[in-house]
C-alpha cells in the first residue's frame, strides 16, 4: 500500500509538472512572425501556382475537345461512306440479275468488278468489300458445281477434304482447319458461301466457297439483315447490319493478341422484281477500328482513348503518334444511351440490335505533353525567397529547442517504463521469492518435528494453497513480459502468427474449464453454453456444402453439392488462426470477468455459428494453413461467435468506446487493486483484428454486467475430427506432473542450468523414467557416442543457448549422425521465428521457458505415436531417422512442403 501511495503521488507530481520554458514577449513575438510568415509563404505559393495552372489547363482542354471533334468527325465519315459505298454495290448486283430466277448463280464479270465496283470503293477510302450468296441448303450442290464451272481454274474451293463449302475450326476441321459445311450451321438451312471479293485473282483460292454462316457473330448479323429485309415493304430498300466486334482470324494458327479487332457490315443484296422480300446476297464490308482512328490527329500527339461501347462491352484503343492501336476489353461501366457526354456520340448509321458509341478521353500521358513547369517553378521561387530569410532567422533557435524537448520526452519515457516494469515484476516474484522460502522453511521443521503427524494434512493444504499463489505469481510476471512484448509486435504491425486448423469449440471449452478453480474459489455461478451440444439443433435442417475433394462414392464429384447434417457440420467448422493466441484472448475476456464479477455473481460463456448468406457454403478454396502448409477448404460464409458475460461492475457508454484503448484503465485502485496495465483488451482485439476479425463491447450501465464478443470467420473441413472436453479429466494433476508413456523410457536432460537440470530430472524420475544429463552440447553427443546409447537414451531435452555447443548445433549434428531418438527443444523465446528456428534443425518439437508440464506430457504423448521427423543433412538430401534417405524432389531447400504423414519442417 505504501508503494502504491508513492506511486500514486510521482504519477501527481509528473501531471501537475510544467513546461520547463516560459513563453517571454520576444517567444510570442517569434510565434507571430513565423505564423504571419507561413500565411504569407502559403497564400502567395499557392496562388501563383493556383492561377498559373488553371491557365495551363483551360489550353488542354481546348486542345484535347478539338481533337475530340476531329476524331468523331472522321469516324462518322467513314461509316457513312462505308454504308453508301455498300449500297452502291448491292445496286449492281440487283440491276444484273433484277428477277428470282436469276438467284443464287448470280455473279458480276472480273472485269467489270474490277473496273467499277472497285473504283466505288476507292472512291470512299474504303479497302474493299466481299459478296456472298444466300442459299439454302438444298441450293447447295448445285451452287458449288456452278461456283467451280465459273471459277474453278482459279483453285478456289480447294480443301483438305476436297471440294464444297466450308468452315473453319480446329477440332473439326483437317490438316488446313477446314471442314465441309453440310445442312447448314447452328440448325439453320442456310449457307452464305463467300464468292466475289475485291483483288479476286489473288485472294480466291483462300476465301472463295468460306461460309459466312459457319461463324457465330456473323451468323447473327446475317440472321438479322434477312429479318430485317422480310420486315421492309421496298424491295430496293437496302438493310444495312453492322456486327458485334469480332477477333475471327484469318488463320486459326494467329495468335488472338495480333488480332485487331474490327467489326464486319452486312448490306443486303435482293432482286428488284420478286413475289416476296428476301435478301439473295450480302454485300460485306470490315470496319477495323484501329484503322479508322489513324491519321486523324498529328502524329506527335499522344495519350487519347478512343472507347468503342457495343452490347455491354467496351473495346479500348489508344493512339499513340497519331495511330490507333488496341489495349484491352472490358465489360461496360456506363448505361450508354442514358448519359449526356460531350465527348460520346452513338454511332446508329445501321439497321439491327447492335448500338454503337463512340467515346473520346484523355489520360494522363495527354495531359503531361502540354504541362510545364513554369507554376512550380514561379511558386517555388516566391517561397525560397521568404523561406530563407525564415530559416536562417529561427534556425538555430529551433534546433536548440528541439533537442532540449526529445531529451525530455525520452527521460520521461524512461521513467514511465521503469515504474511500470518495477511495479509489475517485482511483485509478482516477490510473491514466489517469499513463498518459496516459508514452504521451504516449513516443510523441513515438518520433516524434523515428528510429533505434528496429526496437523500434516491441514498442513499440506496449507501448501498446497501456497503453491497455487505462487504459480499465480509466477504466471503473472510471465503473462506481464508477453504482453509487452505483444505490445510492441501489435505497435509496430509484426505480431508473429503461427497460423494452423484450429476448432474454436474445443479452445473454448479447454479455456473455460481451466478457471473452474478460479470461479469456484471465489464462488462464482457459472455456465458453457455451446450451440454445437443443443439438443434442439438435430431437428434443423441440413447445410449445404461442396466437397472440396473427390469422395470415396462415385456419386459424387470434387466440387459438388451435397447435404450434412447441421450438428455436424458445425463440429467440423474451424478457424485459420494460432491456437496460443486466441486461447490468449480467451483467457484475458473469463480472467476479467471473474475479476470484475463479486463472489455471488454469474457468470456466462456462449459459443454459437452465425451463418452468412443464405447459401451457407461455397466452393471450395485454397487455405495456406501456415508456411508450410496448405489445404483446400469450403468456407461457410459466417462466423464463430463468442461470447463472456458477467454480472460484474458494467460500463458507462463513454467507457464502451474506450475500453479497447492502449492503456486505459477504470478505477484501477478500487476494482483492480491498483494492479493490470491496461493492456489486455488493446493486444485482445490487435489479435483478433490479425485474424480478421472483430471484437466489441456490450453493457447496460454501472452495475448491470457486461458482455465482451469477439466473431472470427470460420471453414468448413469435412477431414477435420472434433474431440469433446473430458470434464473428468483432473487437470490439477495433469498441470503437475510428468506420466510415463510406454515407448519411452530413458530421457537424457541437455542444460548448463544446474537447478533446472535438477527439477526436470525429478520431475521424470517421479513419473518412471530413467534420466541423464548433460550441460552442453558436447556432453550430450559423447553420451550418444555409445554403442548402447539405447540404454540410456530414447528421447533428448535440450536447452537452446549453452556453452561450447548449443541446443540448435547439437541437434543438427544428432540428425546428421543418425541417431534414433527423439528430440524436444527448450528456449526462453515465445516468438513464432524463433520456435520454427529450432524446430528447423530436427527437433521432434520445441517448449517454451517455463516449462508447462502439461505442455510436456502432451509433447511426449505425441512423440511415441509419430514416426522420425524429416529434416535436411549439409548436401540437401533429407533424412530419416530410422536410416532411410529420400531425394531432394521430396524436399527442396528453401521450398514449403506438406507431407501428412510426418513432420515437416523448413529446410
Known sequence: MKSETASNH???????????????????????????????????????????????????????????????NEVQKYLVRNVLASNAISKIYADKCPRDSDWPNCLLELDFLEAVAIDIFELAALDGFAY??????????????????????????????????????IEKGGPDYRYKVVNGSFGQPYLAPLVQLTDFRNLAPAIVLYDEYSEYIRYLALNEMRACVEAKESKTTHCSILSEIITFPASLTQPASDIPP?????????????????????????????????????????GIECIIAVNGLEYIFEIKNGDGAFKKQRESRRVWGTIDCKHCIPL???????????????????????????????SVIFVVMIVILSVIFFAYD???????????????????????????????????????????SEMRSALQDTTLQTDVSQKIKYWLDMIFDIETSSASAIQVLNDLLDYEQIQISKLNMDVSMISVWSICENVFWSFRYNLETKRIKYALHMQIMDEDESKDSSVRVFSSHRADSVDIEEGEAQMVDRKEFMKKLVVMGDLKKIEQVMRNLISNAIKFTPSGGQLMVDVSWVPGDDDRSASPMSIPLNSMLRKNLTTSNGVIKVSVSDTGEGMTPEQQERVFNEGVQFDANRL???????????????????????????????????????ELPCYYDETFSFVPYNKAHTVNDANTRVTKQKDIKHVLVVDDSVPNVKVVKRLLANAGYTCQYAYNGMECLEKLERDDYHTICDLVIIDNHMPLMDGPAAVKEIRKRKYDVAVIGLTGSITPDELEHFMSFGCDDVLSKPLNI????????????????????LNGEAIISNGETETDSEVVAGEDIAVPSYRVVRV
Not at 137 to 159: K, L, M, P
Not at 366 to 373: C, E, K, N, P
Not at 407 to 429: A, D, G, M
Open 672 to 710: 483492480q487493486d491498483g494492479k493490470g496495465s491496461g493492456l489486455g483488451l488493446w493486444i485482445s482485439k490487435g489479435i483478433i483484428e490479425e485474424h480478421k476479425g472483430h471484437i466489441y463491447v456490450e453493457s447496460k450501465g454501472i452495475g448491470h454486467g457486461t458482455t465482451f464478443t469477439f
Open 10 to 72: 510521482s504519477d501527481e507530481k509528473y501531471k501537475n509538472k510544467t513546461c520547463p520554458f516560459t513563453i517571454s514577449k520576444i517567444n510570442l513575438f517569434r510565434i507571430l512572425t513565423s505564423s504571419i510568415l507561413s500565411i504569407v509563404i502559403a497564400i502567395g505559393g499557392y496562388g501563383s501556382y493556383y492561377v498559373l495552372r488553371n491557365i495551363e489547363n483551360d489550353t488542354i482542354y481546348r486542345q484535347f475537345d478539338s481533337y475530340s471533334g476531329q476524331i468523331q
Open 132 to 169: 456472298s450468296a444466300v442459299i439454302t441448303t438444298d441450293q447447295q450442290q448445285d451452287f458449288e458445281d456452278f461456283i467451280y464451272e465459273q471459277y474453278g481454274q482459279y483453285g478456289v474451293g480447294q480443301s483438305s477434304f476436297g471440294k464444297g463449302i466450308y468452315g473453319l475450326s
Open 262 to 302: 474490327k467489326s464486319l457490315l452486312f448490306t443486303s443484296v435482293q432482286p428488284k422484281i420478286s413475289n416476296s422480300s428476301v435478301a439473295t446476297g450480302a454485300i460485306i464490308t470490315g470496319v477495323e477500328w484501329s484503322a479508322v482512328i489513324s491519321g486523324i490527329i498529328p502524329h506527335d500527339i499522344n
Open 398 to 440: 529551433a534546433f536548440v529547442n528541439k533537442e532540449i524537448f526529445q531529451k525530455e520526452i525520452i527521460l520521461n519515457t524512461k521513467q514511465l517504463f521503469v515504474r511500470y516494469i518495477s511495479h509489475e515484476i517485482r511483485t509478482p516474484i516477490n510473491t514466489i521469492h517469499v513463498g518459496i522460502s516459508l514452504l521451504f
Open 854 to 873: 502439461q505442455k510436456l506430457n502432451e509433447t511426449i504423448d505425441a512423440l511415441d505415436k509419430s514416426v522420425p521427423p524429416v529434416v535436411s543433412d
Open 348 to 378: 446508329q448509321y445501321f439497321d439491327g440490335t447492335s448500338e454503337y458509341y463512340l467515346y473520346i478521353k484523355r489520360t494522363d500521358v495527354f495531359d503531361r505533353q502540354y504541362r510545364s513547369w513554369g507554376p512550380v517553378i514561379a
